[in-house]
């Protein structure tokens, strides 16, 4: 996370740091590392998610379903249930 804290800023800061040279203005570089940081927590999100977990290999989003506590209740492939209603 911290390399796309630090890329997105100075690359789009550089970008408007050549536009601001080329143009002869100062104010494109702030709108660069402003962009970079907007697009670098956007890119964050995106790959590291909203706090849910990435499906597994066996495309199970929540496996830790699968190890639950028999005596809570009882995973089957159906779905869950209770104990209760499995018996």
């Known amino acids: 996370m911290t390399?796309?804290?630090?890329?997105?800023?100075?690359t789009f800061g550089g970008i408007g740091y050549g536009l601001d040279r080329w143009?002869?203005?100062t104010?494109?570089?702030?709108?660069?590392i402003l962009s970079g940081v907007a697009l670098a927590i956007y890119v964050i999100w995106?790959?590291?998610?909203?706090?849910?977990?990435?499906?597994?290999?066996?495309g199970?989003?929540?496996?830790e379903r699968h190890?639950?506590?028999p005596a809570s209740s009882e995973v089957v492939s159906a779905g869950i249930t209770t104990n209760e209603e499995s018996q």
């Open 67 to 69: 190890n639950a506590d």
């Open 3 to 10: 390399a796309y804290l630090l890329a997105g800023p100075l």
């Open 46 to 58: 995106l790959r590291y998610g909203d706090g849910t977990p990435a499906p597994t290999a066996s």
């Open 27 to 32: 104010w494109i570089v702030a709108v660069g």
């Open 23 to 25: 143009l002869g203005t």
């Open 60 to 63: 199970d989003p929540c496996p």
